[in-house]
């Protein structure tokens, strides 16, 4: 996907409206902190939106360079509390920096992972699934007072089973994936699918519950791995890879509503893990 920045404008209250009122703030975990951390007023019109998964000061170099005054991220930048902001540390100076050249700083996270049609689904889309439902309702959310569609993972199915050896084959091309962790099986055919991006060991057991043949997220850890040989295929594709296609959905979102507002994905690579 690329995307260039021009010269046409757009107030950062109406790119933010457009993606809360895709996914709403009030959807967002307790621990989390999505939202506007670093900000221009709302008034304030913007020269483009830089899209990435976490926000470093290289990518706020990238912002400048390429005419954008505000970056949109996945993961939010200000996430622990700080007690300063000295420059010791790549948060302070991407602060800092963020702050001398006056762009904003915004993170859709648990809110645009918990959304239908939200970060799983755009996983789901990819793999080109069928028939995708959340894989566990959150209970009691509302926004404005209505009540909302929103969960954690997913599960749906493969249009036609496969065998266990080219789904696994098919994840790694569709994750443009170098290595695939994977147990030790007994499903030799997949058809029900579950999936959820980031770090979603969590939803072993209600993927089992589902019937899931396999899952996949981004982190598993090395202890999730024992004792379902029986159950599922566990794939573990790695977090940055698992949550790769979540700039797309959040210009798809933004494209919705203003044709012409300049948006770009960020070319400076954040996966800040190597494989050699």
């Known amino acids: 996907m690329k995307h260039t920045c021009f010269d046409i404008r757009m107030k950062v209250k109406d790119i933010l409206g457009a993606l809360e009122e895709f996914a709403p703030l009030a959807l967002q975990d307790g621990y989390d902190n999505a939202g506007l951390q670093i900000g221009l007023a709302e008034d304030a019109e913007a020269t483009g939106a830089l ?39 790549y948060v302070g100076r991407t602060i800092m920096k963020a702050i001398k050249n006056g762009v904003a700083i915004y993170a ?20 080109g699934l069928v028939n995708p439902e959340f894989l566990s309702i959150k209970k009691d959310c509302t926004c404005s007072g209505a009540a909302t569609n929103a969960g954690e993972g997913l599960i749906a199915d493969l249009p036609n089973p496969l065998p266990q050896r080219d789904f ?26 579950a999936l959820c991006g980031g770090a979603g060991a969590f939803l072993i057991p209600k993927a089992i519950e589902k019937g899931a043949d396999a899952f996949i997220t981004g982190e598993i850890g090395y202890h999730h791995f024992f004792g379902h040989e029986n159950d599922l295929l566990l794939l573990e594709i790695g977090h940055y890879e698992s949550e790769q296609f979540t700039m797309e959905l959040l210009y798809d979102i933004i494209r919705k509503v203003n044709a012409t507002l300049p948006v770009c994905e960020v070319k400076k690579k954040t996966n800040p893990i190597n494989y050699l």
């Open 51 to 89: 899209l990435c998964l976490d926000v470093t000061e290289d990518v706020v170099d990238e912002a400048v360079l390429r005419g954008c005054n505000l970056i949109i991220s996945h993961h939010p930048l200000l996430f622990h509390p700080l007690k300063n902001i000295t420059g010791k540390d």
């Open 108 to 127: 859709s996270h648990t809110n645009l992972d918990s959304v239908y049609g939200g970060v799983n689904f755009k996983m789901a889309e990819k793999m």
């Open 168 to 193: 696994m084959e098919n994840v790694k091309e569709i994750f443009r994936l170098k290595s695939l962790r994977v147990n030790e099986s007994e499903k030799k055919t997949i058809k029900k699918v």
